[in-house]
């Protein structure tokens, strides 16, 4: 996937379109808890200023209904930016286009930030509107996506706008965030050094089939933990007990076993519980004496110890989904010990595919310990299961 990039261009002076993901969380007085998505955005950000661009910034925030909604405006993202960036004038715009808000854009001077208000508080957005999209793309004279987590969408602002940029003459590119992520899980898929081996959780069989179905020809090993783990345990004829098991997954939970050559690792033993509860009565059991009362929260030592073994040469690997349930400290043991067994890894890249698996690695304290950790958990996961990202497609080609 070869992508034009910002090194491709000369943003001097110009006024860029740069798509964000903004999408922070807020407290009840309407104050950011979280700014990792903002810092995430601020090199790209920082390189085009360092170049005198004037930059128009955009982004979605929550799940406002097409029109505006004032707990979903992005005010709270503006001064938190203004306070990163001090050196820089950051305005926010009551729209999202209109003649206000062009002549606001056709203003900004070099080293300026002009955020415009919540995308989706315009219902052209979700519905990728060409006449919302060529609205956004008269403010700018150049499009940098730097929103991995939401270039999985067809968005307007992900596929219409940069279309009517180009269309304009306007160069396309990819952020250094986006560039990044195309990099490591790119070449993780397509070009692994290997032993390659991922590492597949989550509860359900059924949200990971396209994923698992994409890497199993692949991969050189493939290990199964989590609630999707009990599905193919029951496939195999294991009673699971009070466990959470798809049943209309059965077959398809078959299917893959029998095609996976070997490749594929289910637990050995668990942690069963007498309830989804952290402070429930538990125990270490074997997969094949699950008790009837009881439901499967976490995979067990041996089942670690096993994927250690397998984990402990290998080159490349990706991990999607957690092991066990590990908001909950008791069922979060499994999860852990791979999350440090990964950091310890010396000579192999290790990607942390987004999602529960970030939150994971981070409450592990173990982010900068590791290769990559993506900034997009669906849209990891739609590259992992070798679909197209509109938002990555529509870029120009390098």
Same mark, same amino acid.
């Given at each position: 996937?070869?992508?034009?990039?910002?090194?491709?261009?000369?943003?001097?002076?110009?006024?860029?379109?740069?798509?964000?993901?903004?999408?922070?969380?807020?407290?009840?007085?309407?104050?950011?808890?979280?700014?990792?998505?903002?810092?995430?955005?601020?090199?790209?950000?920082?390189?085009?200023?360092?170049?005198?661009?004037?930059?128009?910034?955009?982004?979605?925030?929550?799940?406002?209904?097409? @029109?505006?909604?004032?707990?979903?405006?992005?005010?709270?993202?503006?001064?938190?930016?203004?306070?990163?960036?001090?050196?820089?004038?950051?305005?926010?715009?009551?729209?999202?286009?209109?003649?206000?808000?062009?002549?606001? @854009?056709?203003?900004?001077?070099?080293?300026?930030?002009?955020?415009?208000?919540?995308?989706?508080?315009?219902?052209?957005?979700?519905?990728?509107?060409?006449?919302?999209?060529?609205?956004?793309?008269?403010?700018?004279?150049?499009?940098?996506?730097?929103?991995?987590?939401?270039?999985?969408?067809?968005?307007?602002?992900?596929?219409?706008?940069?279309?009517?940029?180009?269309?304009?003459?306007?160069?396309?590119?990819?952020?250094?965030?986006?560039?990044?992520?195309?990099?490591?899980?790119?070449?993780?898929?397509?070009?692994?050094?290997?032993?390659?081996?991922?590492?597949?959780?989550?509860?359900?069989?059924?949200?990971?089939?396209?994923?698992?179905?994409?890497?199993?020809?692949?991969?050189?090993?493939?290990?199964?933990?989590?609630?999707?783990?009990?599905?193919?345990?029951?496939?195999?004829?294991?009673?699971?007990?009070?466990?959470?098991?798809?049943?209309?997954?059965?077959?398809? @939970?078959?299917?893959?076993?029998?095609?996976?050559?070997?490749?594929?690792?289910?637990?050995?033993?668990?942690?069963?519980?007498?309830?989804?509860?952290?402070?429930?009565?538990?125990?270490?059991?074997?997969?094949?004496?699950?008790?009837?009362?009881?439901?499967?929260?976490?995979?067990?030592?041996?089942?670690?110890?096993?994927?250690?073994?397998?984990?402990?040469?290998?080159?490349?690997?990706?991990?999607?989904?957690?092991?066990?349930?590990?908001?909950?400290?008791?069922?979060?043991?499994?999860?852990?010990?791979?999350?440090?067994?990964?950091?310890?890894?010396?000579?192999?890249?290790?990607?942390?595919?987004?999602?529960?698996?970030?939150?994971?690695?981070?409450?592990?304290?173990?982010?900068?310990?590791?290769?990559?950790?993506?900034?997009?958990?669906?849209?990891?996961?739609?590259?992992?299961?070798?679909?197209?990202?509109?938002?990555?497609?529509?870029?120009?080609?390098?």
């Amino acid at each position: 996937m070869n992508k034009k990039t910002l090194n491709d261009f000369d943003p001097t002076g110009k006024r860029v379109l740069v798509r964000v993901d903004f999408n922070v969380p807020l407290d009840k007085e309407l104050s950011i808890t979280d700014d990792i998505r903002i810092q995430a955005a601020l090199p790209t950000l920082r390189y085009l200023l360092e170049k005198d661009a004037r930059l128009i910034v955009m982004s979605h925030l929550g799940r406002p209904k097409g @029109a505006p909604e004032r707990k979903y405006s992005m005010a709270p993202v503006a001064g938190r930016l203004q306070a990163l960036l001090p050196w820089h004038r950051v305005q926010l715009a009551n729209d999202i286009i209109g003649p206000e808000v062009q002549a606001l @854009a056709d203003n900004l001077q070099p080293g300026d930030i002009l955020l415009l208000e919540n995308l989706r508080f315009h219902p052209g957005e979700q519905k990728g509107d060409p006449a919302f999209a060529a609205a956004i793309a008269a403010l700018g004279e150049a499009y940098v996506n730097d929103a991995f987590g939401t270039s999985h969408r067809a968005d307007a602002s992900m596929e219409a706008v940069p279309q009517a940029v180009r269309a304009k003459g306007g160069p396309v590119v990819a952020g250094l965030l986006v560039e990044k992520e195309i990099a490591y899980l790119g070449n993780a898929v397509l070009n692994p050094r290997r032993p390659f081996v991922a590492i597949l959780g989550g509860a359900k069989v059924s949200d990971k089939i396209a994923v698992i179905n994409n890497l199993l020809d692949k991969v050189d090993a493939l290990l199964i933990g989590g609630g999707m783990a009990n599905t193919f345990l029951a496939a195999q004829g294991k009673e699971m007990g009070k466990s959470l098991v798809e049943a209309d997954a059965l077959d398809t @939970a078959r299917s893959i076993l029998a095609k996976a050559s070997g490749r594929l690792h289910l637990p050995v033993d668990v942690v069963a519980a007498t309830a989804f509860d952290a402070n429930a009565e538990a125990a270490v059991v074997s997969v094949d004496a699950v008790p009837a009362d009881r439901m499967v929260l976490d995979v067990g030592p041996a089942t670690v110890a096993a994927y250690q073994r397998v984990l402990e040469n290998a080159k490349t690997v990706v991990w999607n989904g957690p092991l066990g349930v590990f908001e909950m400290p008791r069922f979060a043991e499994g999860t852990f010990a791979i999350a440090h067994t990964l950091a310890g890894l010396a000579d192999a890249t290790t990607i942390i595919g987004g999602g529960d698996s970030a939150a994971a690695i981070s409450a592990a304290g173990l982010e900068d310990k590791v290769t990559h950790v993506s900034t997009g958990g669906g849209a990891s996961l739609t590259f992992l299961e070798g679909q197209a990202l509109p938002g990555i497609e529509v870029l120009d080609e390098a």
